[in-house]
């Protein structure tokens, strides 16, 4: 590790401080062992939870970090029990398609990705259930789009493209589209379950092509063919249909095809605004037995009360978990390590600790938060929003990070998404005192924004950003940042080859978590509240908690704020 150590201390020969306290060695460790085949893949209710926890909770003790989670018995513990619906197969689903021409099976994880359900039920039956292609599965009055036309859509199964509408291009009709290439929340695949559920419908089959998913037909697979998590509600069917899947692309051409359309056609059809909803000559049965009960996972929490305002507080946080054991791979392995995603978020994040333990108190409190559950839709950080440790209105921002840089120093920077707040704002000022320039999100069509733990923080309005280091790396250039990039989504994201390499150069790890370090710090030093622009949909709920604040500290107006 001494190379690394090298290169960290010559990439912030600027800011001693960080050379001084910040262990790249030590984050490596922690990275190492995090992704270690011993932890594996870090599943929810698993053994590699157990052993995930307890060494967060360890490593935070040991720093001189106090517990910040709930309080049993009257004392304050390091964790928050999250309970959660687990559901998996017994065995692989039967699923067959019959259309005039006669029948087919489909394979799970080859053809189809059927999820385990989460309505609480532990088999899944659907008997010649009726496919209705529905568009793109949005409807949205504000943009005077609806996929679904007053059709009443119970008991089938709706067949929808992922992504918005006007993915592939204005929809030129002169009425509101949905931000051309970037994503909004109506093109998740977690919003199409949802709004079918909402309709009554039997079921949803999501069209997957690589470009408008953002990731290939191998991350499909591996996400939903194993142990799936929710939440506990109290209704599961009002927000899951009973059958919620995805299908290759040949999949979908060859059920287009039993309607006389090309899947180029189909997509056409959907793109218009008068679109709707189109029966389609097939019929789908699915027989599956799935083993389905409540756990209990945890969130993990530190604390380092402030000096001044301890009520207020500023969190780091980051995902400990990942997708655990699943599928194997073509050389037989099946632990999905999760090195980059995300032992390095969580190591930073674990380093921090540390190092504010070892510094001068904040004004505010800082909390170190470790959720679980983010592979499975956010569930920790919902969780955590819907039973908050602290009061979420005196949140003064959470610095989220999910993946860390493994390639070296960067002459730039970025986040999830496009939104504008005054958290940003920060982060530029920070940034620019490393030379260092704002380069907005490269793939605002992947929708990253709602794919990580900043975002049920941002739906309660508290500003929230999610980290992601620059792409211009100093060695090689925005060139060899966007390769590496690429070859990453490709060939390792949410498989099992995504594993430490001691070739990693986490000197960008280190100069990223500086830049963190002193905005954090000077928020919590503060008394400013950042806030979302005004013509952000977060806004609204950020100002109506205003009045918990008090009058001696306004929301604050800043540059992005206005812009």
Do not use: C
Request: aromatic fraction near 8%; glycine fraction near 10%; avoid cysteine.
């Amino acid at each position: 590790m001494r190379p690394l150590l090298l290169l960290a201390a010559t990439a912030l020969a600027s800011a001693p401080l960080a050379a001084q306290t910040f262990s790249t060695a030590r984050v490596a460790q922690d990275i190492k062992t995090l992704s270690s085949d011993a932890y594996e893949g870090r599943g929810p209710a698993t053994p590699g939870e157990t052993k995930t926890v307890a060494y967060l909770v360890q490593q935070l003790k040991a720093a001189g970090v106090q517990p910040g989670g709930e309080v049993i018995d009257g004392k304050r513990q390091y964790t928050q029990r999250v309970p959660l619906l687990q559901s998996s197969w017994s065995a692989d689903p039967v699923v067959t398609l019959q259309g005039t021409s006669g029948g087919a099976r489909l394979t799970q994880g080859t053809d189809i990705a059927v999820r385990a359900p989460l309505t609480g039920a532990s088999q899944l039956r659907l008997d010649n259930a009726p496919l209705v292609f529905a568009g793109y599965g949005v409807q949205a009055p504000e943009r005077q789009w609806d996929d679904f036309k007053g059709q009443d859509l119970r008991g089938k199964i709706l067949v929808v493209f992922i992504n918005d509408p006007d993915f592939d291009g204005p929809i030129g009709d002169g009425g509101p589209d949905f931000g051309g290439k970037a994503m909004t929340y109506y093109g998740r695949w977690t919003y199409k379950y949802e709004q079918a559920a909402k309709l009554g419908a039997a079921g949803v089959i999501i069209v997957h092509e690589d470009a408008p998913a953002s990731y290939g037909w191998n991350t499909v697979k591996n996400s939903n063919t194993n142990t799936m998590f929710d939440v506990v509600r109290q209704n599961p069917g009002g927000s899951h249909p009973a059958m919620e899947s995805w299908v290759t692309s040949a999949t979908a051409s060859k059920i287009f095809a039993s309607a006389g359309m090309t899947l180029a056609e189909a997509k056409a059809m959907a793109r218009r605004r008068d679109f709707k909803p189109v029966e389609l000559p097939m019929r789908l049965s699915v027989t599956g037995n799935a083993a389905a009960r409540t756990i209990t996972s945890y969130n993990v929490v530190g604390l380092l009360p402030g000096t001044k305002r301890p009520d207020e507080t500023v969190i780091y946080s980051a995902h400990w978990d990942h997708l655990g054991v699943g599928l194997p791979d073509a050389n037989g392995d099946n632990i999905y390590n999760g090195a980059l995603d995300n032992a390095t978020g969580t190591a930073h994040v674990l380093e921090q600790a540390r190092w504010f333990a070892k510094g001068p108190r904040t004004a505010r409190s800082l909390v170190f938060l470790f959720v679980t559950a983010e592979e499975k839709g956010l569930l920790g950080s919902e969780y955590y929003v819907s039973n908050p440790l602290y009061p979420l209105s005196k949140t003064a921002g959470v610095l989220n990070t999910d993946g860390g840089a493994i390639y070296g120093p960067a002459r730039d920077f970025s986040m999830s998404g496009s939104a504008k707040l005054g958290l940003l704002d920060m982060l530029v000022a920070e940034g620019a005192k490393q030379k260092r320039t704002y380069s907005p999100d490269e793939k605002v069509e992947a929708g990253y924004f709602f794919r990580s733990d900043h975002f049920p923080f941002a739906k309660r309005g508290v500003p929230a950003v999610s980290w992601r280091g620059g792409i211009d790396l100093v060695n090689g250039g925005k060139a060899r940042g966007l390769a590496l990039n690429e070859d990453y989504t490709v060939k390792r994201y949410h498989q099992p080859d995504d594993e430490y390499s001691p070739s990693w150069d986490l000197s960008g790890l280190a100069q990223d978590a500086q830049l963190l370090h002193n905005v954090g710090r000077d928020l919590a030093n503060s008394t400013a509240w950042p806030n979302w622009s005004d013509d952000s949909e977060f806004r609204a709920a950020r100002d109506a908690s205003a009045g918990d604040r008090g009058a001696a500290a306004p929301a604050t107006t800043t540059a992005g704020e206005r812009g």
